[in-house]
């Protein structure tokens, strides 16, 4: 289990440290040198885990969509919303985030399929409002597939102007924004006065949900203690 733990953690430092260096400079001029300097690895253990550079920025690209997960909530439309801005705080800092942006919006190279970027938020995204129409709270007349492709091309957008102006600093402001014009044109009218479209609250989720990250390694730390 130790061993398994290992390659796990290696595995995130890897990805970790390619995301940086692609955020920093891109796909077609990030090297695979440059990325194990930063990471502090060998050849033998980038190679383990990947096999290419295309390989390292794909799984940078799926990484990204796996780690937005918010907590459960009664109404689904308040993870939608919850999901989309601890995204857009987690944008200013996070080299997962940043790398993965760059990745799936970069223009001008032709190496790297950057189409499963956008074909993973949108599954992700119409799962979610899959699950909230079941729940009765869009509207019936929505067409949920295009109403996804609308959001994650936009929030595409988004933080590529906001990156611009200020560093992605006021993407939050920006997306909440983005929600009060288009929410109510797919909410159920008595949903959509119950949801909480503050920009803070971004920050607000994603410390808890650090915070709970850290609980659970701390746990799962004495757990292998107690075990050996």
């Given at each position: 289990?130790?061993q398994?733990?290992?390659?796990?953690r290696?595995?995130?430092?890897?990805?970790e440290a390619?995301?940086s260096v692609?955020?920093e400079?891109?796909?077609?001029r990030?090297t695979?040198?440059?990325?194990?300097?930063?990471a502090?690895?060998t050849k033998g253990?980038?190679?383990?885990h990947f096999?290419?550079?295309?390989q390292l920025?794909?799984a940078?690209?799926?990484?990204q969509?796996l780690?937005i997960?918010?907590?459960p909530?009664?109404?689904?439309l308040?993870?939608?919303?919850d999901?989309g801005q601890?995204?857009?705080f987690r944008?200013r800092s996070?080299?997962i985030?940043?790398?993965?942006a760059?990745l799936?919006v970069?223009q001008?190279?032709?190496?790297?399929?950057?189409?499963q970027s956008m074909?993973?938020?949108?599954?992700?995204?119409v799962?979610m409002l899959?699950?909230?129409?079941?729940?009765?709270?869009?509207?019936?007349?929505i067409?949920v597939q295009e109403?996804a492709?609308?959001f994650v091309g936009?929030?595409?957008?988004?933080?590529?102007m906001s990156?611009?102006?200020?560093n992605?600093a006021?993407?939050?402001?920006?997306?909440?924004i983005f929600f009060?014009?288009?929410l109510?044109?797919?909410?159920?009218?008595?949903?959509?006065a119950?949801l909480?479209?503050?920009?803070e609250r971004?920050?607000?989720l994603?410390?808890?949900?650090?915070?709970k990250?850290l609980?659970?390694a701390?746990a799962?730390?004495?757990a292998?203690?107690?075990?050996?």
């Amino acid at each position: 289990m130790a061993q398994q733990d290992r390659a796990i953690r290696t595995r995130r430092l890897i990805l970790e440290a390619a995301a940086s260096v692609f955020d920093e400079q891109g796909y077609d001029r990030a090297t695979i040198a440059e990325v194990l300097e930063r990471a502090g690895m060998t050849k033998g253990a980038l190679y383990f885990h990947f096999a290419s550079k295309e390989q390292l920025a794909l799984a940078v690209l799926e990484e990204q969509v796996l780690d937005i997960a918010v907590e459960p909530q009664k109404i689904k439309l308040q993870e939608f919303v919850d999901s989309g801005q601890v995204l857009a705080f987690r944008l200013r800092s996070d080299p997962i985030q940043r790398g993965a942006a760059r990745l799936a919006v970069e223009q001008g190279s032709n190496h790297l399929d950057r189409k499963q970027s956008m074909l993973s938020w949108t599954r992700f995204v119409v799962g979610m409002l899959n699950e909230a129409r079941d729940r009765g709270e869009i509207l019936d007349s929505i067409v949920v597939q295009e109403s996804a492709e609308l959001f994650v091309g936009a929030f595409a957008g988004l933080q590529m102007m906001s990156q611009a102006l200020t560093n992605r600093a006021d993407l939050n402001r920006r997306l909440t924004i983005f929600f009060q014009h288009t929410l109510p044109s797919i909410a159920v009218p008595a949903i959509l006065a119950r949801l909480n479209l503050d920009a803070e609250r971004g920050a607000q989720l994603d410390a808890a949900l650090q915070g709970k990250a850290l609980a659970n390694a701390e746990a799962d730390a004495d757990a292998g203690v107690v075990a050996d």
